[in-house]
C-alpha cells in the first residue's frame, strides 16, 4: 500500500509521553490564530485602518469583518519581501501593521519595519502562525501563532501582548475543537477517508460559529506538552534540505533557495508555471501538496501583480515530521521527471 503523503495530521494522545515546556513564557493559549487575532483587534481598538501584506490567506480577514475593522493591503515582492518604500507611504494613516513569516523565514527587513513603526508610534503585530520554531526574536508589539499548521493538535494559538492590554476570553465548550480531535484520531487509526474528511470539514465549519477568542482545549495543552518539538524541528529541516540539495528539474525552483541555520520551514514551497500539472501528477502517486494560497478577491490584481503572479505558480511541497527521507526521494524522483 503507497504511504500518503500530506494533508491533515492524525492525533495521538502521547499518554505515557513526559511533559515538557513547550509554550512561550507569559503567552496567553487560545483555540485558533484566529481567536488570537480578534484578542489582538478587541485590545489595541483601531480607530484607523490596519495594514496588511498583500499575500495572505482569506482567514485572515475573517476577524476584521467580523469586528467590522477598516484595513488596506501593501506590497510584498515575488520572494515575499516585503516592500518597504510601500509601506512606508501607507503607515502614517494606519493604526497597526501585521507582517507575516512566510514558511518560517523571517522578514529580512524585520528591524527596519519595527523601527518604522516604533518612529510612527504604529502599532507591529507579528504573524507568526507559520514561523513559531524558527530560533528568532519577536519583534511585534503582540505575537501570535496557530500550533495546528505545525503540530497534530485540535487547536491552538500563543499570543503575546503587553501586559497592559487585556480583552474578554470566553471559556465555553469549543465543539469545533472536540470534532477535530475525533477526526484526527479517526485518521491515526486509519478509518474511512470519507469519515474523517466528514469531521474535518464539521469543525472547520464550526470554528466560524464559536465566539472568538476562546480559550485553548485542555487536551490540545496536554497533547503539546507531551510533543518532542526539537525532534520535530530536526525532522523538518533534514527534509527540506534533501529536497533543497536533491531537486535538479528546471521546471522548478525553489521560493527560497537556501535555508538558513535559523528557520524551521513549514513546507518547502517551490514555483513553476507548471504548477497545476506538478500537482496533479503528485497527487497521482498520493501526495498532496497544498496551494499557499488562493488569495482574497478584492485584493487589486493591478496593484499587487507581484502577488497574483505568485499566488497563479506557487505549490507547498510537505516535508514535515511525518515523514523520512525515503518519502523526500519519492517526492524528488517524480518533481525530476516533471518537464
Not at 58 to 87: A, C, G, H, M, R
Not at 125 to 143: A, C, H, N
Not at 203 to 227: C, F, Q, Y
Amino acid at each position: 500500500m503507497v504511504k500518503e503523503i500530506g494533508s491533515d495530521f492524525p492525533i495521538k494522545l502521547h499518554i505515557f509521553s513526559k511533559k515538557r515546556k513547550n509554550t512561550p513564557k507569559n503567552a496567553i493559549l487560545l483555540a485558533s490564530g484566529r481567536d488570537s487575532l480578534t484578542y489582538i483587534l478587541k485590545a489595541i481598538k483601531p480607530k484607523s485602518y490596519v495594514l496588511l501584506p498583500s499575500y495572505l490567506c482569506t482567514s485572515v480577514l475573517e476577524p476584521f469583518k467580523k469586528l467590522n475593522i477598516k484595513y488596506k493591503f501593501y506590497k510584498v515582492d515575488k520572494n515575499l519581501n516585503i516592500n518597504l518604500k510601500d509601506l512606508g507611504g501607507k503607515i502614517k494613516k494606519s493604526s497597526a501593521v501585521l507582517i507575516i513569516n512566510y514558511f518560517g523565514f523571517i522578514q529580512p527587513e524585520v528591524s527596519k519595519i519595527k523601527e518604522l513603526c516604533d518612529k510612527n508610534k504604529i502599532i507591529l503585530i507579528e504573524d507568526q502562525v507559520q514561523s513559531f520554531l524558527t530560533k528568532s526574536f519577536f519583534y511585534g508589539d503582540y505575537v501570535f501563532n496557530s500550533y495546528r499548521k505545525f503540530l497534530p493538535l485540535p487547536d491552538g494559538s500563543f499570543l503575546i501582548k503587553p501586559k497592559d492590554k487585556k480583552t474578554k476570553v470566553n471559556f465555553g465548550r469549543i465543539n469545533y475543537s472536540q470534532l477535530r480531535l475525533r477526526a484526527g484520531i479517526a485518521k491515526s487509526m486509519g478509518l474511512s477517508k470519507d469519515r474523517y474528511y466528514s469531521l474535518f470539514k464539521d469543525a472547520e465549519d464550526r470554528l466560524g460559529e464559536h465566539p472568538w477568542p476562546t480559550k485553548m482545549s485542555n487536551i490540545s495543552k496536554n497533547v503539546l506538552s507531551k510533543l518532542d518539538l526539537k525532534k520535530i524541528s530536526r525532522i523538518r529541516r533534514r527534509n527540506y534540505i534533501f529536497l533543497e540539495k536533491n531537486l535538479k528539474s528546471k521546471k522548478i525552483n525553489l521560493l527560497f533557495k537556501k535555508i538558513p541555520d535559523n528557520v524551521i520551514p513549514l513546507g518547502c514551497p517551490i514555483v513553476s508555471k507548471n504548477r497545476d500539472k506538478i500537482r496533479k501528477e503528485l497527487i497521482k502517486y498520493k501526495i498532496y501538496p497544498p496551494v499557499h494560497w488562493q488569495l482574497p478577491k478584492e485584493l487589486n490584481k493591478n496593484e499587487f501583480k507581484d502577488s497574483w503572479d505568485l499566488s497563479k505558480r506557487i505549490l507547498t511541497i510537505p516535508i514535515d515530521q511525518r515523514y523520512n527521507l525515503e518519502d523526500m526521494k519519492r517526492i524528488i524522483k517524480i518533481l525530476n521527471k516533471i518537464v
